[in-house]
């Protein structure tokens, strides 16, 4: 049988709810009544006293580090601003949360790339590492006991730092392979970086450090007896004719293996052996990797293939001479610095020339001639259009592979860059109307960071 609320249950239970209800609403009110601290904002800690500060006259820019942290501008502040009371401690203005008031001390500006600082601290517990654009605290994970900022030609611009288990290279802390932290040193004189057994470039072994050794750059070293790349021995380099042309990067530190060397006849690239380029006529581009020789184009020391037989802006190259082909190109008998001429030949006698047009406009025409000298096929490209300003190149044919011819056109920036084409040979005869397209995946890289 079921059971009935009375009449007084229902009001006591009626009564709770809105007595609860009411509390609710007012602890609300009450929450909403305090005003909330801007999250940018550090809380008053009362009177701060000044912990340390390091300067230096050289401007800075910070970077992303690892692809967190934002990138600034600083001039000779970029790590000044610590403070502290008897609780926290304060960078500019943010709180760095995990420090030990009573113990923290600031240890530098760790050196991180060109122009860039992380800012280096540490307490009894812990390092860290403060981007000094937005505040945000890392902990290294080093000993706070032990570690020591390495010192170089500019005192607070260093790239190293170590503790008792080992030594590590700029600010994502990557480690310096087999270095001794006992005895490795940043020299304030020579700027040499080296411990007992070796010398180091950025994060490399490089030579042994003996009486005799040098540095050459691009992590290449020599002794009165060897040449070395990354601490490896090269097999019958000679000291005495070795020589380091650079190549694989504005800074070496930013090389991953290294840039190209010549020794007499031999070229090398990485430490290694490029069989059959000619050190006579060996050059660098200036493109970042990329060299060059009476042979053809290197990339990162491998030969690009090329399967024309010849390219040149001269026109008495040209099979049969200029008088031959004035008739059918009046263009060979002009100024090239007004035509910008250029011809490559293929292995089947066909021929692609390449001449600025007469309209003034940054473009180039590409005609294709049978052995015959009989006009096969037309087609022109724009170096600028609605998605690039560039300028033509009085080189632009880049190679050809297979049925793709590479051009390029000169980008009006720093580097002087490249937008790389594809020139479709198949659909080029065919008669089809596209036969250029964009090659988007392929980045030219001078080296320049300004």
């Given at each position: 049988m079921k059971k009935s609320i009375s009449n007084y249950q229902h009001t006591v239970i009626i009564s709770a709810i809105c007595f609860f209800t009411m509390v609710v609403f007012v602890l609300a009110a009450v929450f909403l009544s305090f005003p909330a601290t801007p999250r940018s904002q550090a809380p008053s800690l009362g009177a701060v006293v000044s912990v340390g500060t390091t300067t230096s006259d050289v401007e800075r820019v910070v970077p992303p580090v690892q692809g967190e942290w934002q990138a600034s501008v600083y001039g000779s502040t970029a790590c000044v601003g610590y403070t502290r009371d008897d609780q926290r401690v304060l960078f500019k203005e943010w709180v760095i949360e995990a420090a030990d008031a009573n113990s923290f001390e600031e240890i530098g500006e760790?050196?991180?790339?060109?122009?860039?600082?992380?800012?280096?601290?540490?307490?009894?517990?812990?390092?860290?590492?403060?981007?000094?654009?937005?505040?945000?605290?890392?902990?290294?994970?080093?000993?706070?006991?032990?570690?020591?900022?390495?010192?170089?030609?500019?005192?607070?611009?260093?790239?190293?730092?170590?503790?008792?288990?080992?030594?590590?290279?700029?600010?994502?802390?990557?480690?310096?392979?087999g270095a001794d932290p006992v005895t490795f040193q940043v020299s304030s004189t020579t700027n040499v970086v080296a411990d007992s057994a070796w010398i180091y470039e950025c994060e490399k072994r490089v030579v042994p450090n003996q009486e005799s050794a040098i540095v050459l750059g691009d992590f290449y070293g020599k002794t009165k007896t060897a040449v070395y790349h990354a601490g490896r021995?090269?097999?019958?380099?000679?000291?005495?004719?070795?020589?380091?042309?650079?190549?694989?990067?504005?800074?070496?530190?930013?090389?991953?293996?290294g840039?190209?060397?010549?020794?007499?006849?031999?070229?090398?690239?990485?430490?290694?052996?490029?069989?059959?380029?000619?050190?006579?006529?060996?050059?660098?581009?200036?493109?970042?990797?990329?060299?060059?020789?009476?042979?053809?184009?290197?990339?990162?020391?491998?030969?690009?293939?090329?399967?024309?037989?010849?390219?040149?802006?001269?026109?008495a190259l040209l099979p049969g001479g200029v008088s031959a082909w004035l008739p059918i190109v009046p263009e060979v008998g002009m100024s090239m610095l007004n035509t910008l001429f250029e011809f490559c030949t293929m292995a089947d006698g066909r021929i692609l020339i390449g001449v600025k047009d007469k309209s003034g406009l940054e473009q180039k025409t590409y005609r294709l001639f049978d052995a015959k000298k009989n006009l096969v096929a037309t087609t022109s490209l724009s170096c600028n259009d609605q998605d690039s300003y560039g300028l033509v190149l009085h080189e632009?044919?880049?190679?050809?592979?297979?049925?793709?011819?590479?051009?390029?056109?000169?980008?009006?920036?720093?580097?002087?860059?490249?937008?790389?084409?594809?020139?479709?040979?198949?659909?080029?005869?065919?008669?089809?109307?596209?036969?250029?397209?964009?090659?988007?995946d392929e980045h030219y890289d001078c080296g320049y960071r300004g």
């Open positions: 760790l050196y991180t790339g060109l122009y860039d600082v992380i800012c280096v601290s540490r307490d009894k517990n812990a390092v860290f590492a403060i981007n000094p654009h937005d505040g945000v605290v890392h902990v290294l994970d080093l000993d706070p006991k032990t570690v020591e900022l390495l010192d170089g030609d500019v005192a607070d611009r260093t790239g190293y730092i170590k503790d008792k288990n080992g030594v590590y290279f700029r600010g994502w802390l990557e480690p310096v392979l021995k090269i097999p019958g380099a000679n000291p005495e004719t070795f020589t380091v042309i650079g190549g694989d990067g504005i800074m070496h530190c930013e090389s991953q293996t840039g190209y060397a010549i020794d007499g006849d031999d070229v090398y690239f990485g430490g290694k052996l490029i069989v059959g380029a000619d050190g006579a006529t060996f050059e660098r581009t200036g493109r970042v990797g990329y060299a060059r020789d009476k042979n053809g184009e290197y990339a990162h020391g491998v030969l690009v293939r090329n399967d024309f037989k010849r390219c040149s802006t001269d026109p632009s044919i880049q190679n050809l592979q297979g049925t793709r011819i590479k051009l390029a056109c000169q980008i009006e920036d720093a580097c002087a860059s490249r937008d790389f084409y594809q020139l479709d040979l198949t659909k080029f005869l065919s008669g089809s109307t596209e036969v250029i397209a964009p090659i988007k």
